[in-house]
């Protein structure tokens, strides 16, 4: 007997990479790819014209992230399965990801390997989670790791090094570094959903991020183009929260870019996140 038709859509805007999964799945007859697009909002348009089976999904888009367009396409095509594909470690990411509708998610680097037997899983509707994922804890089993990514509240056991309650973490860093590595994540992560980043810290700390979230493919000087990512000296913060003089409506003096985060945050119906 045949097996069947497995329809696929491919959603990535690097055409060598859309060529190497092109190449994975062709080791498979069942795997026929229907459609490639490089843009968000057209892989919402192909999802609804051509309800595919899978959808192989990057975040990273142009005009719509990967995380919104997962979201648009749970409503038009609610029988597709989602498989995000993406370079992006943070497992922030990775649950925001699987909260928008992905069954899976997998690390580009560990695609060679990752790739088939992600999609035999995500296809049963079982979870697969890259074992590349920064911050995931290899104790949990892959339905719990699943369920905490897709449930904000699910409980995790704590830890003297992460320390949290709901969506309040408290963590500890042995050094510089692994401060803005792990910064630069959350970062990531919030930048990846559209939201707006206010980042409060000293020069070389500010520097020491801007590298990382470079190093990690993030396009910061676009992002605080367009007022999503603001970058502010703790110094300055200080010397401004101290002034004990109001604005002239009651109000002690606040920061101008901070208050024109908050109107950029509420126009677009964004979050705003303060670290």
Known sequence: M?????????????????????????KRPEFQVVGEVSDGSEAVRKAQELQPDLILLDIGLPSLSGIEAARRIREVSPI????????????????????????????????ASELLPAVEAVLQGKPFLSDRLTGHDPILEDENALSLARHEK???????????????????YS??????????????AALETGDVVVVVATESHRASL???????????????ERKLYIPLDVSDLLSTVMDTSTDGDGFAKVPHAIVEALHTAKERRLHLAVG
């Open 2 to 26: 045949e097996k069947r038709t497995i329809r696929v859509l491919l959603v990535d805007d690097y055409t060598p990479w859309c060529r190497f999964v092109c190449a994975l799945l062709e």
């Open 80 to 111: 597709s399965k989602i498989l995000f594909v993406s370079e992006y470690r943070s497992w922030d990411i990775a649950q925001e990801a699987l909260r928008s509708g992905g069954g899976g998610y997998v690390v580009k680097s560990n695609a």
């Open 154 to 172: 699910v409980a995790v056991p704590s830890t003297p090094q992460n320390l949290e309650t709901n969506r309040h973490k408290l963590r500890l």
């Open 210 to 224: 801007f590298q990382q979230l470079r190093a990690d493919g993030v396009d910061v000087d676009a992002a605080a």
């Open 175 to 188: 050094n510089d570094a692994a401060l803005a590595d792990d910064f630069a994540h959350s970062v990531e």
